[in-house]
């Protein structure tokens, strides 16, 4: 399993190469900005169609870091699903898969913007949650610490060997990580955008997403 350590408030956490964080300790898994169903909300809004596949990707790669770690706790960072709708129009055969994901395990979703009120597909809702030292909310709070938080799909360009290289990345400073967007149909917002770079610290670091995980000072 290719993994970046590193720590938050005491905490030691791994940042998986797929996008989502683990904690070890509290054999917990974090994954931000599922945005399931995204392909559907596009269409209804009168979009070009997307190949309907994402949903069905999004969760096969979460039940591969779920094998993977065998977490007994699940975070779902907010923005899960696409819109209101999406959670109508998710198939039997989605709606089966996260049924056995959450089998045997504490799942919790966290509202996002995108998010709607409660919805029937088990586990439990919250808007933002406390575990040990560390909150978990979709939105950072500036004047937070300890803080794990998604939304702004982060991702890092630097440049290697001659060539630009663009990634879906975590943040992360000595009070707070930002997750990368988990969702197969998720763009990301430039770490030199103000809102990034205003939030992280001047030593935050960047975790490339991949194959192989990079890890670089935060590009800005």
């Known amino acids: ?32 900005d599922l945005h399931l169903g995204k392909a559907d909300r596009i269409v209804r809004k009168g979009g070009a169609p997307l190949p309907p596949y994402e949903t069905h990707d999004t969760l096969l790669r979460l039940s591969g870091d779920l094998y993977q770690t065998n977490a007994k706790i699940v975070i779902c ?4 699903f696409d ?61 937070e610490e300890a803080e794990i938080s998604g939304h702004y799909h982060p991702k890092a360009r630097i440049f290697a060997r001659g060539r630009a290289i663009s990634r879906p990345a975590f943040l992360y400073d000595d009070v707070r990580v930002v997750l990368p967007a988990y969702g197969t149909y998720t763009g990301g917002l430039d ?12 030593d935050a670091r960047a975790i490339l997403t991949g194959k192989t995980p990079l890890t670089v000072p935060m590009p800005r």
């Open 83 to 143: 819109d209101l709708g999406a959670t109508f129009s998710l198939s039997e055969d989605d709606k089966m898969m996260i049924a056995r994901l959450q089998s045997g395990r504490r799942w919790i979703w966290v509202e996002g913007n995108h998010d709607p009120g409660p919805i029937e597909l088990g586990g439990t809702h919250h808007s933002a949650v406390n575990i040990g030292p560390l909150a978990f909310r979709h939105i950072a709070m500036p004047s």
């Open 1 to 32: 399993m290719n993994i970046v350590n590193f720590t938050l408030a005491g905490a030691q956490l791994a940042a998986l190469a797929s996008g989502a964080l683990w904690w070890p300790e509290k054999s917990l898994l974090c994954v931000s």
């Open 191 to 202: 770490t030199t955008s103000k809102a990034l770079s205003t939030l992280m610290r001047v």
């Open 77 to 80: 960072l907010g923005d899960s």
